[in-house]
């Protein structure tokens, strides 16, 4: 006897309920899947994190849908989607991409769905109404929810190509990307010199903020910084999307900065923005890679332990360098520190004053100071270190106080768990 709608309905609920109890490994499975199959989705951590915000809500309101009857017509696109929209926008990615994750990643969701209904074994009748009622329901919502994201999509669109700074940032990506530039033609267009010694800067919001206040916070910060360092003329303010914004100080002829300063500046400007810098440098070229040394702090600094507000990449250029490669990185400090590489509260204690040590010089009395210690037990404590590494904290000073350095940074996260 066919299967009646009521019962169709009853069954689909039993499988969204069932579904649902896995919900975190859903969702991770179908954004998984999302970023192998679609490579421009990956590698932007604010993009990957809005991904996934907006798979886990999609999938929770698809098997609420499911589970309750709900008509698709009666439910709002949801708030992360949209918010993934306008980030997708924002990074200049075309409207395919989004159309084609929810394509894929609504076959990634039936595919559940379809696994649980067969492991319910209901009769022939019942199982063939229940699947369709789950394709016509979630193609339904599918749809719906696409044609909206369109609009939004379209609309931050309009806006973000409305603003003035949308057109400074075309300028100042193809600068970036090494394209033949003609500095008579691209200084004005961008209303700022190429010819002079620039510091680039990354800075953002850890937490999303409202509509343009989170960049109007950014600028003036930024614009802090310039006037703390009598900047000759305006810095060049770049947002890259409304909480992250890429910058110039103009620096004329100087070729250098006081980076306590610059500390200071941050920390007193606005307590709660991130801010990452490269190091001075002149002419097109060190615009570039200035910029470039920015954002590979800024790797650095999204994973680092330390939660400092400023880091500035002539500080930690061999850890943001090694980050690329984070296997290899916590290897090398393995090989670098040995036994004295191990997530405890005694061996954290030895490579303080180890890293100590070497920063004043090899000075016991100094460490002592530093540390308010009695200079025998530095002396204890040094040779502890050595015994424990099986060598003397001299031999590969160099490499020692590098992967010193990125324990510093990096924390557990590149040392051996302490049953190691």
Known sequence: MAAGNSDAAKQLSAVAANVESHLPEVSRDVWLYLTAEIPPLRGDEAIVEALQASVMENVTTLLHIFENDIPPGDIEAPVAAKEYAKRLTQRNMPITALVRAYRIGHWRFLQWCLQELDRQEADGDLCAATNLRMLRVSFSYIDRVTERLIEVHQMERDRWLLAQTAVRAARVRDILAEKEVDLDWAEPALGYRLRQHHLGLVAWLPEPTRGDVGLARLDRLTTKIAEEFECPARPLFVPR???????????????????????????????????????????????????RQALCAQELASVAISGAQLTAYSHVAP????????????????????????????????????????????????????????????QYRIRKAEKIMGRTVQEGRTDLEVALLAVEYLGSAVLRTGSA
């Open 319 to 378: 850890i943001a360098l090694m980050c690329t490669h984070f296997e290899d990185l916590r290897a090398w400090v393995w090989s670098a520190l040995g036994p004295l590489a191990v997530d405890d509260e005694r061996s954290a204690r030895l490579r303080e004053t180890v890293q100590i040590f070497l920063a004043t010089g090899s000075s016991y009395a100094g460490t002592a100071s530093s540390q308010i210690l009695h200079k025998n037990t530095v």
């Open 241 to 291: 999307d409304e909480i992250v914004s890429w910058a110039w100080l103009p620096l004329g002829s100087h070729s250098d900065v006081c980076w306590e300063r610059l500390s200071s500046v941050v920390e007193n400007g606005d307590p709660s923005v991130r801010v990452c810098a490269g190091r001075v440098a002149p002419g097109i070229e060190g615009f570039r890679s200035t910029h």
